[in-house]
């Protein structure tokens, strides 16, 4: 049985006073859009759940806005369409181990650098990255599996490197 990403046993999401999930469309669980935050520190949990909904506290029934916040609720449908999926995490999860496994015995090429996942962590797998010698051209191999009908990108951006960023340096 998965039961999420973990290293020596610990969830991710576990660590520091804060843990967040996406729940992006190409993600194990997903709204469509957006996150969970997640903390079990109760000050901290006050402090999100107000700074979420615009900055607004109820007190004595009465909405008050203490803090600059923002509009940051989850829907009613995100919320029912994210829970109908944890209910089945654990297949959803297995599914993904399957495919990862597929391509672990499928990719023979020496020149491709297949994930390595230690064996005190447990993957998601919510993409399978894999490193091309500089033999290979990316974009003809993100091309051809295109038009094999595999999904695939150039998926790890290095944000230094990105347009804004080369601008906007000092």
Same mark, same amino acid.
């Given at each position: 049985?998965?039961?999420? @990403? /973990?290293? !020596?046993?610990?969830? *991710? =999401?576990?660590?520091?006073?804060?843990?967040? #999930?996406?729940?992006?469309?190409?993600?194990?669980?997903?709204?469509?859009?957006?996150?969970?935050?997640?903390?079990?520190?109760?000050?901290?949990?006050?402090?999100?759940?107000?700074?979420?909904?615009?900055?607004?506290?109820?007190?004595? @029934? /009465?909405? !008050?806005?203490?803090? *600059? =916040?923002?509009?940051?609720?989850?829907?009613? #449908?995100?919320?029912?369409?994210?829970?109908?999926?944890?209910?089945?995490?654990?297949?959803?999860?297995?599914?993904?181990?399957?495919?990862?496994?597929?391509?672990?015995?499928?990719?023979?090429?020496?020149?491709?650098?297949?994930?390595?996942?230690?064996?005190?962590?447990?993957?998601?797998?919510?993409?399978?990255?894999?490193?091309?010698?500089?033999?290979?051209?990316?974009?003809?191999?993100?091309?051809?599996?295109?038009?094999?009908?595999?999904?695939?990108?150039?998926?790890?951006?290095?944000?230094?490197?990105?347009?804004?960023?080369?601008?906007?340096?000092?």
């Amino acid at each position: 049985m998965r039961t999420g @990403s /973990k290293i !020596e046993n610990k969830f *991710a =999401g576990t660590f520091g006073a804060f843990g967040s #999930f996406s729940l992006h469309p190409r993600k194990a669980i997903t709204s469509g859009e957006g996150g969970i935050l997640v903390t079990e520190n109760d000050t901290l949990d006050s402090k999100i759940r107000i700074l979420r909904n615009h900055g607004i506290q109820v007190e004595n @029934s /009465k909405m !008050e806005f203490i803090e *600059a =916040g923002f509009n940051y609720r989850m829907t009613d #449908f995100q919320a029912a369409l994210v829970n109908s999926q944890m209910k089945r995490l654990n297949s959803i999860l297995e599914y993904k181990n399957e495919l990862a496994q597929i391509y672990n015995q499928e990719i023979k090429n020496p020149l491709i650098i297949k994930p390595h996942v230690p064996s005190d962590r447990n993957h998601t797998w919510q993409t399978y990255h894999v490193i091309l010698d500089k033999k290979i051209s990316r974009d003809k191999t993100i091309e051809t599996l295109k038009q094999e009908g595999i999904g695939t990108n150039y998926g790890a951006q290095c944000i230094p490197y990105q347009k804004y960023y080369q601008k906007n340096t000092l």
